[in-house]
């Protein structure tokens, strides 16, 4: 299974500006007209750092690559040919 956190990441957070945008707006017409207004926003600081952690973290796990590498070249890592299998049907299914 693969995790596409670019993608979504980015598409949140070019949402949550162009609402800012239009909430900005609005504001300054609710203000003209004398009304009163409310608005709801995420901690966008919050979702940027997530976003940056997320971004800036290694795709390869080295450590968890080479205890692979040791169990395989000392015959302790098994296979289980019906688990991969299943995994295969379910990541099509």
Known sequence: MRI???NSAA???ASEQSA???SGKNAASSQANGEDRATL???TTSIGSL???ALNSPEVRQSLVDSLKQ?????Q???DPSKIA???IDDHA
């Open 51 to 53: 976003v940056s952690t």
């Open 77 to 79: 890592y098994a296979l």
């Open 86 to 88: 299943g995994a295969i």
């Open 41 to 43: 926003t995420s901690d």
């Open 11 to 13: 598409s949140e957070i």
């Open 71 to 75: 169990q395989v070249s000392s015959g």
């Open 4 to 6: 596409d956190l670019y």
């Open 20 to 22: 800012q945008q239009v």
